[in-house]
């Protein structure tokens, strides 16, 4: 239980985003397929070797160049250039971006999170001893202390009342 509360919101949130991917990559195919302006998309043009080092491709119709994420819509070539007529897919790219920055932060190699974790740790040790497992019962160091003050006297304490119970009638 303790393993599944630990890992669950990960997963979770991690399975969610790749959910939404899908559903993103869903809805940009139907708009290329339906058609898209001129003026909607992004003309890269590239060499055969850049394609093969540059880009990072998802699929044959999907690529991400300089952390962001296009769909290609046409692909025309001339020579050893290729020209891609893209769709910038700024929701998928965001999508990316947060399933990064969550694996990241799961891995525990999140910049910002070692900083607030080494701040909070550093600030136990500042305030609690963390040799706590030192201490032994029977050591012939053991110092008895004399608890003889906390013993107070209270035969000087009165407990009948100041004066007698009024009379009633």
């Not at 992004?42 to 962001?68: C, D, I, M, P």
């Amino acid at each position: 239980m303790l393993l599944v509360s630990l890992t669950a919101p990960f997963l979770g949130t991690y399975f969610f985003l790749h959910y939404n991917t899908n559903k993103i990559r869903k809805e940009i195919a139907g708009m290329i397929l339906s058609g898209l302006d001129k003026k909607d998309l992004v003309v890269l043009k590239f060499t055969r070797e850049e394609t093969e080092t540059r880009l990072n491709w998802k699929h044959a119709g999907e690529f991400e160049y300089s952390s962001q994420m296009y769909d290609i819509v046409e692909k025309h070539q001339d020579g050893d250039t290729v020209w891609y007529y893209c769709y910038q897919d700024h929701k998928e790219t965001r999508l990316n971006n947060e399933m990064k920055r969550l694996v990241t932060r799961a891995a525990g190699k999140d910049p910002c999170q070692k900083s607030q974790t080494e701040k909070i740790v550093n600030f136990f040790k500042t305030d609690y001893q963390l040799d706590i497992f030192n201490w032994k019962p029977y050591s012939p160091q053991t110092t008895i202390f004399n608890f003889s003050f906390l013993i107070f006297n209270y035969s000087s304490l009165s407990l009948s009342p100041p004066a007698p119970p009024p009379k009633l009638g």
